[in-house]
């Protein structure tokens, strides 16, 4: 909806105001003093509001909000206008902060490992690639690269979309940086092979690779491809991450007994809340909701008066996954957890989960 309504405006702005008079303006500016791109001429296109049409724009977003309004109680509505009220509030002073744009602060904050430090400049690369091959569509069309014009303003609206969630604060924090990219990156990504391949043809003094630029973007998206799904990481050891290569890692996986569990314990319990890991709060909230979940840390420091739900992964390993939020960045972490048992009674086991009350004194 944000990408129509981004490339909505940007159709009305050029109807109204002629963006691409003073693009071409710009770029004669520019092409008296940079050589190189002097090659480079804007090929004007004929952008008119119609082209988005305004009454499908208009049915698509009552039916959105329809839709979220009363199937899900209003909450994503009510986050939308939450995170549009923080962002406006935030503009004028934690613009590009890292405490505040989570896009910026993954950029800048070290990764986890240095193996996972290289895959992040891959994506930066990657994305270094897809602005230029963006500039280099519009500027030169008629050389072979020719994408209807809608797409090019859906895609101008993706490109809005990412470049906010870096600069913006509160804004991809709000809705995840990875769901902005991935999203993005569904009218995005050919723009990264356009603009590798043009990258390549400036080597002018090794015309080798030059000739051979698709077979080098080709490689490169091989390497991309081995470094997203985890394989480079499960092979080296390195902080795995693909639970489809390791069979062991936990993660939002539930197995049967997990949920034969939650099902008892619907069955069973009284009105207290249950508590349990980051993970297992999952599988707990889709039968008891959400509201009824609490952090399983407020048992083990606390001892408070919950039900306390342990799963499969914490068993066989004797540790909790947690979130830990720091500026805008959050992250999971896993804490051993050794005397739990014996503050705890249990009340039902079945191998794969557990369920616990606290000792009657």
Same mark, same amino acid.
């Given at each position: 909806?944000?990408?129509?309504?981004?490339?909505?405006?940007?159709?009305?702005?050029?109807? =109204?105001?002629?963006?691409?008079?003073?693009?071409?303006?710009?770029?004669?500016?520019?092409?008296?003093?940079?050589?190189?791109?002097? *090659?480079?001429?804007?090929?004007?296109?004929?952008? !008119?509001?119609?082209?988005?049409?305004?009454?499908?724009?208009?049915?698509? +977003?009552?039916?959105?909000?329809?839709?979220?309004?009363?199937?899900?109680?209003?909450?994503?509505?009510?986050?939308?206008?939450?995170?549009?009220?923080?962002?406006?509030?935030?503009?004028?002073?934690?613009?590009?902060?890292?405490?505040?744009?989570?896009?910026?602060?993954?950029?800048?904050?070290?990764?986890?490992?240095?193996?996972?430090?290289?895959?992040?400049?891959?994506?930066?690369?990657?994305?270094?690639?897809?602005?230029?091959?963006?500039?280099?569509?519009?500027?030169?069309?008629?050389?072979?690269?020719?994408?209807?014009?809608?797409?090019?303003?859906?895609?101008?609206?993706?490109?809005?979309?990412?470049?906010?969630?870096?600069?913006?604060?509160?804004?991809?924090?709000?809705?995840?940086?990875?769901?902005?990219?991935?999203?993005?990156?569904?009218?995005?990504?050919?723009?990264?092979?356009?603009? +590798?391949?043009?990258?390549?043809?400036?080597?002018?003094?090794?015309?080798?690779? *030059?000739?051979?630029?698709?077979?080098?973007?080709?490689?490169?998206?091989?390497?991309?491809?081995?470094?997203?799904?985890?394989?480079?990481?499960?092979?080296?050891?390195?902080?795995?991450?693909?639970?489809?290569?390791?069979?062991?890692?936990?993660?939002?996986?539930?197995?049967?007994?997990?949920?034969?569990?939650?099902?008892?314990?619907?069955?069973? !319990?009284?009105? *207290?809340?249950?508590?349990?890991?980051?993970?297992?709060?999952?599988?707990?909230?889709?039968?008891?909701?959400?509201?009824?979940?609490?952090?399983?840390?407020?048992?083990?420091?606390?001892?408070?008066?919950?039900?306390?739900?342990?799963?499969?992964?914490?068993?066989?390993?004797?540790?909790?996954?947690?979130?830990?939020?720091?500026?805008?960045?959050?992250?999971?972490?896993?804490?051993?957890?050794?005397?739990?048992?014996?503050?705890?009674?249990?009340? =039902?086991?079945?191998?794969?989960?557990?369920?616990?009350?606290? !000792?009657?004194?």
């Amino acid at each position: 909806m944000i990408t129509l309504l981004l490339a909505l405006a940007i159709a009305v702005a050029e109807h =109204y105001v002629s963006i691409q008079k003073y693009v071409i303006v710009f770029l004669c500016e520019i092409n008296e003093r940079i050589s190189l791109l002097r *090659r480079f001429d804007l090929q004007t296109m004929r952008i !008119k509001p119609s082209l988005i049409p305004l009454r499908f724009v208009i049915w698509y +977003g009552l039916f959105l909000l329809a839709w979220y309004i009363y199937m899900t109680s209003s909450s994503p509505f009510i986050s939308g206008v939450t995170i549009a009220q923080r962002t406006l509030e935030s503009i004028s002073s934690d613009l590009f902060s890292t405490d505040a744009a989570q896009g910026m602060a993954i950029i800048v904050n070290d990764a986890a490992t240095p193996l996972h430090e290289f895959s992040k400049y891959l994506h930066l690369l990657t994305i270094f690639c897809i602005v230029v091959g963006f500039f280099v569509t519009v500027l030169t069309r008629h050389r072979g690269i020719n994408f209807d014009t809608q797409y090019l303003l859906l895609s101008c609206g993706a490109l809005g979309i990412c470049i906010g969630g870096v600069v913006l604060p509160f804004f991809a924090s709000s809705l995840n940086t990875s769901r902005l990219y991935q999203i993005s990156l569904m009218l995005l990504a050919p723009f990264g092979v356009i603009g +590798g391949v043009a990258l390549i043809s400036l080597l002018r003094d090794l015309p080798a690779l *030059r000739n051979r630029s698709l077979h080098i973007v080709a490689v490169f998206l091989g390497l991309f491809l081995l470094f997203n799904c985890g394989w480079f990481y499960e092979i080296c050891q390195d902080e795995p991450t693909s639970i489809a290569l390791n069979r062991s890692l936990d993660a939002p996986v539930f197995n049967k007994q997990e949920v034969l569990g939650s099902l008892w314990l619907v069955d069973e !319990k009284d009105n *207290r809340p249950v508590a349990a890991d980051t993970y297992r709060q999952l599988v707990l909230s889709g039968f008891i909701g959400r509201p009824a979940c609490r952090n399983i840390q407020t048992v083990i420091s606390d001892g408070a008066d919950y039900y306390s739900f342990i799963g499969w992964h914490n068993i066989l390993h004797g540790h909790i996954a947690v979130s830990r939020i720091i500026g805008v960045t959050r992250s999971t972490e896993f804490i051993v957890v050794t005397s739990f048992h014996d503050k705890q009674n249990a009340i =039902y086991s079945n191998g794969g989960s557990k369920i616990y009350c606290p !000792k009657v004194l």
